[in-house]
């Protein structure tokens, strides 16, 4: 099923029962209409669902925000079943809990990927087309975590922190456009 307008196109990139879902409905009243991203297809189906009975009508693009080419596909999808997204908000994370001496080195690297690198790859994914529009959104959540560490939440803490400076390094590299 398609969705055709003239509205804002927001992807939402890690929609779950929390933050996702919230954000998913605040921008669906508002008027957007929703691609919806996540890693788990019985998710986004249970979201699309929710926001059903809100009115807000919704796609589903399921997707591991960590498989770059995947990710690119379903970017790809958002913008032959709608038209390409004029907003981006990734909300996609690993919330891992673990003292820095017990947090292992693949853990902290799967964190990354998800909670950084997903976030850089979504990025690629809609600058083009925001360029060649000249204009766009992107949004990041993030948490406290990443302003005061905290030590319980070792890996959090560190990724938030990155994703934090990549999105002040991306918004200086985009306002230009």
């Not at 890693?39 to 796609?59: F, M, P």
């Not at 990927?113 to 690629?124: C, I, K, P, S, Y």
């Amino acid at each position: 099923m398609a969705i055709s307008s003239k509205k804002q196109i927001c992807a939402l990139v890690g929609v779950g029962s929390g933050i996702g879902i919230s954000l998913a409905r605040r921008f669906g009243i508002a008027g957007c209409d929703l691609a919806l991203v996540a890693r788990r297809a019985e998710v986004l189906a249970e979201n699309i669902v929710r926001l059903q009975k809100d009115g807000i009508s919704s796609l589903a693009f399921p997707v591991d925000v960590t498989e770059q080419d995947s990710l690119h596909l379903a970017f790809s999808a958002i913008s032959e079943a709608m038209g390409p997204p004029t907003i981006l908000i990734y909300n996609a994370a690993v919330v891992t809990r673990l003292l820095p001496s017990e947090l292992k080195i693949n853990t902290l690297t799967r964190d990354f990927a998800t909670n950084v690198a997903g976030a850089l790859a979504a990025v690629h994914c809609v600058v083009p087309d925001m360029r060649a529009a000249g204009r766009g959104t992107i949004l990041f959540s993030s948490a406290g975590v990443g302003l005061v560490p905290d030590t319980n939440w070792a890996s959090y803490s560190a990724t938030k922190a990155a994703l934090r400076n990549l999105s002040f390094s991306i918004g200086d590299e985009l306002k230009r456009d």
